[in-house]
Structures are given as C-alpha cells and as structure tokens.
C-alpha cells in the first residue's frame, strides 16, 4: 500500500505511528478491536499495534480472522468466540488475563458486540475486575448514519428483528411511532421481505435508506419512500444480495404532542396488538395518567393506520 502514497502522506503514517507510545497498554486486558467492515485499509494504525503486541486474538470465525491476519503479516493464537460458547470462552480468556496475558477479541467486521459475540465476554471480564479497552474503529451503523441524510430525535440500533414474520411486524409496530432514526441490520434473503413490511406498518411517506455492502467494491445506498423501496430492490437481483443497514426516518409528532402523548401512543401500540380499542384506551390511561378519551382518538387513529 505504501508505494500509492505520496511521500508526505507516508512520512505522516510515519510520525502518527509514534502516537502508539503515548498510551498506555497494560497486561492482563482484553482489547475489543474495531476492524474493517469491508475494505482491508480501513484499519486503523492503533488497531494492528494492539493485534501486534497481544498473546492471543479471540475471534468469531478463526478461519476469517486468521486470513485477515495474514493479510496484515501476522500470526497469533486463536481463541474461537461465536455465539454457541461465548459463556465458555470467556471464562479461558479470563484466565490468560489473570495470568497478565494480553487478548484482542475481534469480530468478522465491525466493532465487536454489535450485533456480533462479545458483550458476554466484555460483562464476564469486567465483573472479574479486568482491565477492558476499546480500540475504535470502522462501524457499519455509524458508516450508514453519516451518509443517510434522515431526521430524528437520536437513533435507536434494533440490529437484526426477529425471523418470523409475525414477531418481526410485532416488533416493527411497537417501533411505528418512534421519534428516533431507526437502524436495523439485515440479510440478504430477507431483506425484501423486511421491507415490504416496514412498509405496511410505518407508512407508504417515511422515508428509508438501504445500505448494502458498506465500503466494499459494490457499495451502494439508495434512499426512497417506502411506497418506492419493494419495488426498486425486486427490479435488480443484485440489489437484494451483501450485508445490509437499513435505516428508517423518525415519526414526525402530531402538531402539540407531548413525550408523554408520544409514549402513551407506543405503549398503545402494543396494547392494541392484543386488545380491542376500548380496552387498550382503558389500561393505557390506568398506565400514564392520560385521559381515557384522548387515548381512545388515538388508539383509533393508529388501527386506522395499521389497516
């Protein structure tokens, strides 16, 4: 890579490498290494000094990392990390760090615990009183955030919704009137599917942005009304293939509506998934203090939405 630099931007790499020896790296902690999300420049200089100096790199996928390692000129012990031994793994990283062992746990791309293993591991370690330290990195919902151009109060990550259509339209429903910019992860034979009902529950108006493989050769993001996005992902295959960030815009509030007219409609929301009008009206006004007429506008202006 250093020969497609210029001279001045190699003697910075250079000068900025000397930034390392201001920090300390103690023994017996667990670096939680951001790494790239796609594309292999996107490391960060701190990055391959802590995959450097550790003992051992826990890792998702062995094989992946250990490919990545090769790439960056290195070797390192691995220590399996998924999802179906993360309780086990944690407790034999515990260990090397008890013994002032240095570990890296790493993801398949991205920040670790994102979606992907890790927080047991990070909650094990530090309820053992270990030193834990981030190493920031490349963030495929931070990447998606900054190029997505949606209003809202905040965001609100979701990762990915359930795999069964009637608990992922739960979950969606629950979500209808969020103020936040909502952002989902979600895989590619899924995701027409997953928005076609996105579409059903927030509305033919809001506006989505999708995603799809983030910093990678066939990187694309396409923002439409929701009314728009089905049909644009079903008009290309290829649209509907890689990793993918979904992004939905925030509810717009009603003219004078309140935080707590705003969660006295979410908690609506999902009272009316299981109860008539009337009832769900009654128990929300028992919940928030809000009258009960007021509640009952609202909870039949969202069945109206929702059919």
Known sequence: MASQLSPHLVA?????????????????????VATPIGNLSD?????????EMVDAVACEDTRNTGQLMKRYGMSKPMIATHQHNEAE???KIIERLQRGERVAIVSDAGTPAISDPGTRVVDAVMSEGLCVVPIAGP???????????????????????????AQRDSALQALSSSPAVLVFY????????????????????????????????????????????PAWL??????????????????????????SMTDARRLLTLLLQECSVSQAAALAAKITGVKKNALYTMALDITNQQS
């Open 186 to 229: 979600e895989a590619p034979h899924r995701v027409l599917d997953t928005v076609s009902a996105m579409r059903q529950v927030f509305g033919e108006q809001r506006r989505i942005v999708i995603a799809r493989e983030l910093s990678k050769l066939f990187e694309q993001l396409h923002r439409c009304a929701l009314s728009e996005a």
């Open 139 to 165: 963030s495929a919902v931070a990447a998606a955030l900054s190029c997505s151009g949606l209003s809202g109060e905040g965001f609100h990550f979701l990762g990915f919704l359930p795999s069964k259509d």
């Open 89 to 91: 793994a944690a407790q």
């Open 234 to 259: 079903a008009a290309d295959a290829n649209r509907q293939r890689g990793e993918f960030v979904l992004l939905i815009e925030g509810a717009k509030r009603s003219d004078g509506e309140s935080d």
């Open 43 to 51: 490391i960060s200089i701190r990055a391959l000094s802590v995959l």
């Open 12 to 32: 910075l790499l250079d000068s900025l490498s000397e930034e390392i020896t201001l920090q300390r790296f103690p023994a017996g902690a667990l670096y939680v």
